[in-house]
T-cell receptor, first 112, second 111 residues
Framework: DAGVIQSPRHEVTEMGQEVTLRCKPI?????LFWYRQTMMRGLELLIY????????DSGMPEDRFSAKMPNASFSTLKIQPSEPRDSAVYFC??????????FGPGTRLTVL | TQLLEQSPQFLSIQEGENLTVYCNSS?????LQWYRQEPGEGPVLLVT?????EVKKLKRLTFQFGDARKDSSLHITAAQPGDTGLYLC???????????FGAGTILRVKS
């Protein structure tokens, strides 16, 4: 079975540009989570969805960040405009009912 | 402020040694999970503990959940180079709810 799929794996962009990260959760999972990982702050939850509905977005840094889940098999995390401090590895994870989460391989974002 | 404090932050040991990683909090969790992450990959779930005092074993790894469900430990016996990685504990306040992650313990096992 395919695990959580994220794209792109690496993204390098310039400050001010829009960045869109994509995630396909494991089929049948009803929770989807977006995390950001940095050396300084560790793994931080940004937002999570249940049955495609955003439940808690208190971890989203600011209005420059937005996330959508138009259907059960796809979610996006968008940063507009991007800033150098947004450089990090962004993970998507999914789970079914309970809280045992399965993580994707991550997207390494570098904003110059 | 970290809700979950992990210690030590970094551990470098020789192959064959034993080690323990601790995860502590002043908060009660309904469950606690341990993940292992290798460079360039996402965290992979090792175990979930849900009952106070629970002990789970996974080959050379032993996980314990504190009686009060506020702390946990991971003990590795006879560590091997393949155990090298970042170990993360994560607690859930409610079933099906979001996880709070500790800062992680970087383990390096030298051959």
């Amino acid at each position: 079975d395919a695990g959580v799929i994220q794209s792109p794996r690496h993204e390098v962009t310039e400050m001010g540009q829009e960045v869109t990260l994509r995630c396909k959760p494991i089929s049948g999972h009803d929770y989807l989570f977006w995390y950001r990982q940095t050396m300084m702050r560790g793994l931080e939850l940004l937002i999570y969805f249940n049955n495609n509905v955003p439940i808690d977005d208190s971890g989203m840094p600011e209005d420059r960040f937005s996330a959508k889940m138009p259907n059960a098999s796809f979610s996006t995390l968008k940063i507009q405009p991007s800033e150098p401090r947004d450089s990090a590895v962004y993970f998507c994870a999914s789970s079914f009912v309970g809280n045992e989460q399965f993580f994707g391989p991550g997207t390494r974002l570098t904003v110059l | 402020t970290q809700l979950l404090e992990q210690s030590p932050q970094f551990l470098s040991i020789q192959e064959g040694e034993n080690l323990t990683v601790y995860c502590n909090s002043s908060s009660v969790f309904s469950s606690l999970q341990w993940y292992r992450q290798e460079p360039g990959e996402g965290p992979v779930l090792l175990v979930t503990v849900v009952t106070g005092g629970e002990v789970k074993k996974l080959k050379r790894l032993t996980f314990q959940f504190g009686d009060a469900r506020k702390d946990s430990s991971l003990h590795i016996t006879a560590a091997q180079p393949g155990d090298t990685g970042l170990y993360l504990c994560a607690g859930a306040r409610e079933y099906g709810n979001k996880l709070v992650f500790g800062a992680g313990t970087i383990l390096r096992v030298k051959s």
